[in-house]
């Protein structure tokens, strides 16, 4: 786990660029389908994928995905901008918690 440029993405364009919270997570969504095919296709070309559990992973993840924008989309703007601070707020106390951790368990 861990924050990837995905996040990034969407803090970029909601502070930097002045977008809607939901317009920022629209368009970071739409960047990850040509990023995930291509790495499907890197991963299938290596065989490096295992099919079964690919397609259990591929049909909860679109599940969710419709479900999370059905709900995004009745989201107030600042409600969905609260929610997405606190989703920062966890990933951030869990790194530092993962450093912390890490390096108690190596000495």
Do not use: R
């Not at 389908?33 to 890197?42: A, D, K, Q």
């Not at 419709?66 to 609260?82: E, F, Q, R, Y």
């Amino acid at each position: 786990m861990g924050m990837g440029g995905g996040t990034i993405l969407i803090l970029c364009l909601s502070l930097f660029l002045g977008k809607d919270q939901h317009v920022a997570q629209g368009a970071n969504l739409v960047f990850f389908i040509p990023t995930s095919l291509v790495s499907i296709f890197m991963n299938i070309k290596q065989k490096l994928i295992k099919w079964k559990t690919g397609l259990v992973v591929s049909l909860f993840g679109a599940v969710g995905a419709v479900i999370g924008a059905k709900i995004s989309v009745n989201l107030d703007t600042n409600k969905l901008k609260l929610y997405f601070g606190i989703f920062l707020l966890l990933i951030a106390v869990f790194e530092v918690y993962s450093l912390f951790f890490k390096k108690e368990k190596t000495k």
